[in-house]
């Protein structure tokens, strides 16, 4: 964070400081999380789910806090505040306004969000300090909190904005108005809390309407819903895509037999070949944002070819391939489930195989509204269609999955349901031989990150 006084960081989110000296200084960043706290960084107590950050203002004042910002009165150094987040959100956009030289650069969509961010920051690291957000700290609480680490030197601040409703990204857009944004799909990821397909466009529309006519506004030219959003913005229109028309694009892309896409970048600026690092066709999409971006930062194209085909998966669970000394393979996607990543995991699932006995294991891809089990039936067809010899469905919101794996008739392999991980591993136990490849892949809160982590031998965390 940058510089300021308890004092001014009071004032900032109009809160009352208490057993504190106002001139103390801050240097270090807002973390909720009492573990993280830091020597000179600040303390935000928020109620959660399961546990009140107010029960753990003293160890992270002993951490080296030098406050809390607390929405009751506590022992120790304090800022009182009414609402935790609004002063959280206050104090992220005094800073970053603070920072006339750092460049915001937003990035939204459905599915591919943090994997683009992670792509991008790779690229623009290379042309100045950058602060970007771990793993997918993207909300009301992971964006501003992002935002806060920012320092004087900072140049480039990457930020991914999710949304589950209207108004979300346009008041993250607020907090850190962005110069560059990038719209990468609308999906079906969250329609359910949404309504339909029209009202999660409008609302990841909000980023490219909250640029300003200086801004840059880069599009999905292979998405329609994407492309329509250039109506919204005042900003300059850039499209990417695998398309013909975008103005970032690539030709000639083949996947390689380890499910690694190469492709020739074509940019206004020139071409050059990229070979990614990251597993499946999905992820050329995500590469051309990033590509997008950092050719309007001033990157050359030989340098972005380069740094592409150098980046590597930085947030977990995402595509993430283990070769396990027996020859069998394991494909860890358990972050994240939606109905287009579940189709681009198979897809990338039977290109890695090719010849080899493939397995995937899915559990439930969550928030899908009524649609939930028609979504789940298509991804057992997609399951079966892939040629996988064993389906092993997890979780009785996935149950549609056996059906629409079963309704295949030209398909033989193994359908198995099962309630949990852990049976899951289980059935994993008297299936897999040398050789094999499995993938595992569910919405986060199915937990089946602990599947993989069986099958690889690492360590749950
Ligand atoms: N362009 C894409 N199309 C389909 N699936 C994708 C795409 N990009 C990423 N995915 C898959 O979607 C899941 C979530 O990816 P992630 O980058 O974390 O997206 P987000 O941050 O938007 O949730 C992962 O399983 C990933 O492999
Ligand atoms: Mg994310």
């Keep these: 964070m940058i510089d300021m006084t308890l004092g001014e960081v009071a004032d900032v989110v109009g809160g009352r400081l208490s057993g504190a000296d106002p001139q103390a200084r801050v240097s270090a960043p807002v973390e909720f999380d009492s573990r993280k706290a830091r020597p000179g960084g600040l303390f935000l107590a928020l109620p959660g789910e399961h546990v009140d950050g107010h029960d753990y203002v003293r160890p992270a004042l002993d951490a080296g806090a030098v406050a809390a910002i607390v929405t009751r009165p506590v022992e120790g150094p304090s800022i009182l505040v009414d609402d935790g987040l609004a002063a959280l959100a206050a104090l992220a956009s005094f800073v970053v306004r603070r920072l006339p030289n750092a460049l915001t650069i937003g990035i ?248 080899r006995r493939s397995f995937a294991v899915l559990g439930p891809m969550n928030e899908l509204g009524e649609e939930s089990p028609q979504w789940h039936e298509q991804a057992g067809v997609l399951a079966a269609r892939a040629g996988v010899a064993g389906l092993i469905v997890v979780g009785e919101d996935a149950a549609p999955m056996l059906s629409g794996a079963k309704a295949e008739r030209s398909w033989q392999g193994e359908l198995i349901g099962v309630p949990d991980a852990d049976s899951a591993v289980a059935a994993l136990g008297n299936l897999l031989a040398p050789g094999d490849v499995v993938l595992v892949k569910a919405s986060r809160a199915a937990g089946l990150e602990r599947v993989a982590l069986a099958l690889t031998g690492e360590a749950a965390q």
């Design 108 to 355: 939204t969509g459905s599915v591919g969000k943090t994997t683009t961010k992670d792509l991008a920051a790779q690229l623009i690291e290379r042309l100045g300090p950058t602060v970007a957000p771990y793993g997918s700290y993207n909300n009301e609480i992971g964006h501003p909190l992002t935002v806060l680490r920012v320092t004087g030197q900072t140049r480039y601040l990457v930020l991914e904005l999710s949304a589950r409703g209207a108004g979300h990204i346009a008041q993250l857009c607020q907090i850190a108005p962005p110069r560059l944004g990038v719209v990468l799909c609308v999906g079906h990821a969250h329609t359910g809390e949404f309504g339909g397909l029209a009202e999660v466009a409008r609302a990841k529309g909000e980023l490219p309407a909250a640029l300003p006519p200086g801004g840059v506004a880069l599009l999905n030219a292979d998405d329609p819903l994407v492309l329509a959003m250039a109506e919204r913005t005042a900003a300059r229109v850039v499209t990417f895509g695998t398309g013909p028309r975008a103005t970032v694009r690539a030709y000639g892309v083949t996947l390689g037999s380890d499910g690694r896409a190469s492709f020739t970048l074509v940019t206004p600026a020139g071409t050059a070949v990229v070979k990614l690092r990251l597993l499946g066709a999905h992820n050329v999409v995500n590469a051309l944002a990033a590509a997008a971006l950092a050719g309007e930062l001033g990157m050359g194209v030989a340098d972005v070819a380069e740094g592409l085909s150098a980046a590597t998966n930085r947030s977990k669970w995402r595509m993430e391939v283990t070769e396990r000394p027996d020859g069998v393979t394991v494909i860890n996607d358990a972050y994240n489930a939606n109905p287009e990543a579940v189709a681009a995991a198979l897809d990338t699932l039977a290109t890695v195989a090719r010849g």
